[in-house]
């Protein structure tokens, strides 16, 4: 069974970046979608990014998009999210998770069946 490893969090202030990685184990993922969600406290979780199986595509939410970068080392089956001009707005708890099985990229939560543990995002004003 695949587990998904977040890291990479932490304390930022406004303006700044992080590189949150997302490192797997059990079976390998270079055979599927792989995404980025967050979820702030008293909201829903919402998408952030995906990126499709080679790594040749990629998706973003409105909010992010020009800021955060997705991407993927297959070979390292390790994917990462770089996050720039960070804004107070994304703090947030940031999930890494394995779309289902042949599912193309999705921004639905329901789409994505394996999750990691989750690892915190804190940007200061």
């Known amino acids: 069974q695949v587990q998904l490893v977040e890291s990479g969090g932490g304390l930022v202030q406004a303006g700044g970046s992080l590189r949150l990685s997302c490192a797997t184990s059990?079976?390998?993922?270079?055979?599927?979608?792989m995404g980025w969600f967050r979820q702030a406290p008293g909201k829903e979780r919402e998408f952030v990014a995906a990126?499709?199986?080679?790594?040749?595509?990629?998706y973003y939410a409105d909010s992010v998009k020009g800021r955060f970068t997705i991407s993927r080392d297959n070979a390292q089956n390790t994917i990462y999210l770089q996050m720039n001009n960070l804004k107070p707005d994304d703090s947030a708890v940031y999930y890494c998770?394995?779309?289902?099985?042949?599912?193309?990229?999705?921004?639905?939560?329901?789409?994505?069946?394996?999750w990691g543990q989750g690892i915190q995002v804190t940007v200061s004003s």
């Open positions: 998770a394995r779309r289902t099985a042949s599912g193309s990229a999705s921004v639905l939560v329901s789409g994505y069946s394996v």
């Open positions: 990126i499709s199986m080679r790594g040749d595509t990629t």
């Open positions: 059990g079976r390998t993922v270079w055979n599927y979608v």
